[in-house]
């Protein structure tokens, strides 16, 4: 299964070129998520996959290999049987501690609101519509 993504261009830089590049590499639904809990140890992929939370088990592997793919993480195999996988991140991968800690702490102070509010306006513009189509 080929889990490389194509790049959207061929060199980076413009002076934002280097934030698509980042965002190509961490950007997913569940990329930063997996990222930040490989920041304090080594994970099985059920501790990962429980921790994360609702990402489907194929989901989660296909971010993996991605990440895997990118040099952002290690997949370790034991030879055991049943066979243990383990996943921590590179040194590549542990040098976006900072940006991900940044990204938690705005989360904290602003994208909670900002969801809260989306939600608010949805639900009030769902309403109005149904307000019009029933007149």
């Given at each position: ?8 261009h061929v060199?980076?830089?413009l ?6 590049a980042?965002?190509?590499l ?8 997996v990222?930040y809990?490989l920041l ?11 921790k ?10 296909k971010q993996l290999r ?6 952002l993480v290690n ?5 055991e049987?049943?066979p243990?996988v383990e ?6 991968g542990?040098?976006?501690k900072?940006?991900l800690?940044?990204?938690?702490k705005?989360?904290?102070e ?6 809260v509010e989306?939600?608010?306006?949805a639900n ?9 189509l029933?007149?």
């Amino acid at each position: 299964m080929d889990t490389k993504t194509n790049a959207r261009h061929v060199n980076y830089e413009l002076p934002a070129c280097p934030v698509e590049a980042t965002l190509e590499l961490i950007g997913g639904k569940w990329k930063g998520i997996v990222l930040y809990y490989l920041l304090e140890d080594r994970l099985r992929f059920s501790e990962l996959k429980r921790k994360v939370g609702c990402v489907t088990q194929r989901m989660l592997t296909k971010q993996l290999r991605e990440l895997e793919a990118s040099g952002l993480v290690n997949r370790i195999v034991y030879a055991e049987v049943p066979p243990r996988v383990e996943y921590e991140l590179t040194a590549e991968g542990k040098s976006l501690k900072p940006v991900l800690k940044v990204l938690k702490k705005w989360g904290e102070e602003h994208a909670m609101d900002l969801i809260v509010e989306r939600q608010r306006a949805a639900n009030e513009a769902a309403a109005n519509g149904n307000k019009v189509l029933t007149q």
